[in-house]
């Protein structure tokens, strides 16, 4: 699986549209964009995934370059409640396996 | 519900006393895995299940034994904990045809 690099950390105003960015510049074909997110010590919890097209779900958005080499998680108004640690992980196609999530960006949203 | 439950969610024991932490999901999934998070690091995969009876090492499988003979359960045994297992682990659960886990409420394990 290709590794991943997210920024340690980022805020956001309340309300306003959180960006977080992901970059997986080995990335191959046929892996996937998984992003998840775990507030506090709670399990982690899957926000959206993708393969090369944008995708949008009622949690976020998923935006992948069109070299698929870096990717951005928007939650378009953030909440407090959207102050966790964020993974962006990429894993082969849609089965299920070796999973490896890197140390995420913790994002803060500030009132 | 659909749910992974774990249990115990807390435990203090001392080094080399053999644990079991059980893990059970109620979603007929075919795959469970374990990870462990240390303080500031991520998710580190441990074991992982593609179904029953087949299993295979995660990135830190060392130190950790775990069985699945039924599709629902997938135990974690550490046969002699050393401290540097002490950590905060959690287990899930996804069908096999897609990635979106299901991640239990987490397991605070203290080794002394």
């Known amino acids: 699986d290709a590794k991943t690099t997210q920024p340690p950390s980022m805020d956001c105003a309340e309300g306003r549209a959180a960006n977080l960015p992901c970059n997986h510049s080995?990335?191959?074909?046929?892996?996937?964009v998984y992003w998840y997110r775990q507030i506090h010590s709670q399990g982690p919890q899957y926000i959206i995934h993708?393969?090369?097209n944008n995708e949008t779900n009622e949690m976020a958005s998923l935006i992948i370059t069109e070299d698929r080499k870096s990717s951005t998680l928007i939650l378009p108004h953030a909440t407090l409640r959207d102050t966790a640690v964020y993974y962006c992980?990429?894993?082969?196609?849609?089965?299920?396996?070796?999973?490896?999530f890197g140390d995420g960006t913790t994002l803060t949203v500030k009132p | 519900e659909a749910q992974v439950t774990q249990n115990p969610r807390y435990l203090i024991t001392v080094t080399g006393k053999k644990l079991t932490v059980t893990c059970s999901q109620n979603?007929?999934?075919?795959?469970m895995s374990w990870y462990r998070q240390d303080p500031g690091l991520g998710l580190r995969q441990i074991y992982y299940?593609?179904?029953?009876?087949?299993?295979d090492k995660g990135d830190v499988p060392e130190g950790y034994k775990v069985s699945r003979k039924e599709k629902r359960n997938f135990p974690l045994i550490l046969e002699s904990p050393s401290p540097n297992q002490t950590s905060l682990y959690f287990c899930?659960?996804?069908?096999?045809?897609?990635?979106?886990?299901?991640f239990g409420d987490g397991t605070r394990l203290s080794i002394l």
């Open positions: 899930a659960s996804s069908p096999l045809s897609q990635s979106s886990q299901h």
């Open positions: 080995t990335i191959s074909g046929n892996e996937y």
């Open positions: 993708g393969l090369k």
């Open positions: 992980i990429v894993r082969v196609g849609l089965s299920a396996g070796k999973s490896t």
């Open positions: 979603m007929n999934h075919e795959y």
């Open positions: 299940s593609m179904n029953v009876e087949v299993t």
